[in-house]
Structure formats: structure tokens, C-alpha cells
Nanobody
Framework: QVQLVESGGGLVQAGGSLRLSCAAS????????MGWFRQVPGKEREFVATISRNSGSTHNTDSVKGRFTISRDNTKNTVYLQMDSLKPEDTADYYCAAGGLHLTTPSIYTYWGQGTQVTVSS
């Protein structure tokens, strides 16, 4: 059973940056594709970015392309989401997830963290 714990969220002004981390325990993330999703209360969970097991392939949703970068360090069992040029519409709870394929659908992912809140002020 893999446990995922996100950190790095907080309050930032528009145009600022945050780096989210997702630390795993109970299993090696090298076995999994990893993804970041976000959710605003009352809305469905939205795909943000995903990365393959060996970092050979990444994919971001269009709204964050050129601003967000997903990466992973399998030696540290950690996944990151570097968020630059943040906008108020990026405000959400951010979740990391581990699954078999680096796809955009939440149901593909098996393990989920509890989330970290990101608030971008205008």
C-alpha cells in the first residue's frame, strides 16, 4: 500500500511561484506513473500533469502548459510540481496520485494523497 503526502501549498500572489512535493512511503514510486490533479469545491477533480515511470514522458493540461512542470526523483520517492506564473484560476486543492499509466483520467490512478491547498490572490 503506497501512501502519498503532498506539501508546499500556500497563499501566493498572482505571478508568483510554488513548488509542490509529493512524498511516497510503503512502496517505490518507480513502479508507477504519477499525476497531479486539482479540485475546486463543487467541481470535478481536474487533471493537471502526469509523468511516466522513468520521466521519459510528461503531459500537461493546456491551461498550465508553459507554466507548470512535473518532475520526479525516484531515488527520493518524491514527485514535484513546479508552478510558475500562477493565476487566480489556479486556486484549488492539489492532489498527487500513483497509477499504472500516465493518463489524464482520475479513475486510472490507484493511490491518492490527501491534498494541499493552493490559493492565488489577484
Amino acid at each position: 500500500q503506497v501512501q502519498l503526502v503532498e506539501s508546499g501549498g500556500g497563499l501566493v500572489q498572482a505571478g508568483g511561484s510554488l513548488r509542490l512535493s509529493c512524498a511516497a512511503s510503503g512502496g517505490a514510486i518507480s513502479r508507477y506513473a504519477m499525476g497531479w490533479f486539482r479540485q475546486v469545491p463543487g467541481k470535478e477533480r481536474e487533471f493537471v500533469a502526469t509523468i511516466s515511470r522513468n520521466s521519459g514522458s510528461t503531459h500537461n493540461t493546456d491551461s498550465v502548459k508553459g507554466r507548470f512542470t512535473i518532475s520526479r526523483d525516484n531515488t527520493k520517492n518524491t514527485v514535484y510540481l513546479q508552478m510558475d506564473s500562477l493565476k487566480p484560476e489556479d486556486t484549488a486543492d492539489y492532489y498527487c496520485a500513483a497509477g499504472g499509466l500516465h493518463l489524464t483520467t482520475p479513475s486510472i490512478y490507484t493511490y491518492w494523497g490527501q491534498g494541499t491547498q493552493v490559493t492565488v490572490s489577484s
